[in-house]
């Protein structure tokens, strides 16, 4: 009964913002409740209070090197908190928040962040190299074209595929930061280690335009 009852509530959420904003315009019902996934968006509201405090209301921070989680898919942001948990990623305040929060609650924290207008950026990070990156790779230097995983304008792949987060429109530092963490290994929980992989070959130039881009997106 209460499974039935959370699927009634997070059917309802997803209707309402279809209704209510044009944002979901190229997106359908159907898609916005895959990427909330399983969780109770209503709920996840309510639980996220504090998360909300650095990460904003809606999943839009106001500071640069806090990563924005607006419109990201639920199962990676699940992902995340799990890892910081579990030591697999370190933050010195995300791994001490993530261990307040069972996985239920996680689950519904990241519904309610998933349910939301995903982020945009502000269309001024148009670089011809960073673009080029972004859509072919360099397979002389075996750098995959990001949209290959991320998706068009790094909004994602197709709703049910949450394994690579939604990067278009993040926070430009907390991008750089990551970009320098993946390479020199001190974050290393992407799948297969791919992100280690890619941005071992970047250098520092090509980091600050790709974030750049990739922001204004």
Known sequence: MIRIQNNIVTCLVVVTLLAATSAYAAETAADIKQRIGSGNPVAGKTRS????????EVGLS???LIPNLAGQYAPYIAK?????????????IMSAMATTINDAELIDIAAYFASQKKMQGNGKGDNPVAKN????GDASRSIQACVTCHGENGKGMAPNV???PVIG???KDYLRAQLIHWRSGERSNSPDGVMNKIAKSL???????LTDYLAGL
């Open 62 to 64: 106001l500071e640069d």
């Open 169 to 171: 429109g993040q926070h």
């Open 203 to 209: 250098t520092d130039s090509e980091i600050e335009d």
């Open 133 to 136: 990156l972004f859509l072919k």
């Open 162 to 164: 949450s394994t690579y």
């Open 80 to 92: 995340q908190l799990r890892n910081f948990q579990s030591g697999a990623r370190t933050h010195q």
């Open 49 to 56: 209070e504090l998360c909300q405090g650095c990460h904003g």
